[in-house]
């Protein structure tokens, strides 16, 4: 039986329930440290009606991703190259219709993302915050799913939704999460607040990828818009997720034979344990 996914391509998405968590941030950097360690990685910005992918990279896209659903132009044309080994697929700003993408739309946008990553090791989405039907839809078709959390409160309570909708509307059981801006000691208390939730009310365990402690290098890296990999690559979130990269990359080396027997992205939610 020939592989339905030759270049074993791993689709990972990074959500949350509440905005400003850092998820951008963490999508641009976990890329550049899977390029640094030798994967070919393309990075697309999920956030469809905010984008600001390319904001952080200080690039300028002429074509997105509404422009390739439209069929105005092929996939060559909006895949731009960041450096060689890392490649970003910029999504439209202030285009409220690419939010809420019908049943149609977003089976066009499997089918062209599927197309599109045939050579990539991994495919890394930055999803909107919150749980519209598309960002649903899109963390539904990723093989591994990343919930990243701070230790607020709020931060919590709306990563916990995100679960319990996914779970509810798409029986998805199968959760990474990632602390953000937190000491070990505040990431592990953090998970495992939001983990026994989940295992008391829905029924089932999350797992725990990481986390990121806070740095003030990434504010300079934003104002500078240059991606803390490259700002300030000693700095100690860059290590942090440095850590989180080589974890993603050994479950793809662990998982190659199942990884070629399924799209990488595709309707039935993927089984991480």
Do not use: W
């Not at 899109?138 to 990563?159: C, N, W």
């Amino acid at each position: 039986m020939s592989d339905i996914n030759p270049g074993r391509t791993v689709s990972l998405c990074i959500m949350s329930g509440k905005g400003g968590v850092g998820k951008t941030n963490l999508s641009l950097n976990l890329g550049y440290a899977l390029r640094d360690m030798g994967h070919k990685t393309l990075l697309m910005d999920c956030d469809l009606g905010l984008a600001n992918l390319d904001v952080l990279l200080g690039l300028a896209p002429e074509k997105n991703l509404q422009d390739l659903l439209a069929g105005r132009v092929d996939a060559g044309e909006v895949v731009q190259t960041v450096e060689d080994g890392l490649d970003i697929l910029p999504a439209a700003s202030g285009v409220p219709e690419m939010v809420e993408m019908d049943e149609n739309q977003q089976d066009s946008l499997m089918d062209t993302l599927n197309g599109i990553i045939t050579g990539y090791d991994f495919l890394l989405l930055d999803l909107g915050a919150g749980i519209s039907g598309t960002v649903l839809s899109l963390a539904r078709m990723a093989q591994m799913r990343v919930v990243l959390v701070t230790p607020e409160p709020t931060s919590l309570t709306d990563g916990y939704a995100v679960i319990k909708v996914l779970n509810a509307k798409y029986g998805v059981r199968d959760f990474l999460v990632v602390v953000n801006q937190a000491s070990a000691q505040e990431a592990r208390e953090t998970f495992e607040r939001l983990n026994n939730a989940c295992i008391n009310f829905l029924g089932f365990e999350l797992m725990h990828l990481g986390h990121v402690r806070q740095d003030k290098a990434m504010t300079q890296a934003v104002l500078h818009q240059t991606a803390l990999a490259r700002h300030a690559p000693q700095c100690p979130a860059i290590k942090d997720i440095t850590t989180l990269a080589s974890r993603v990359a050994r479950f793809r080396d662990d998982n190659l034979d199942t990884i070629a027997a399924r799209k990488p992205l595709r309707q039935i939610p993927f089984v991480t344990r």
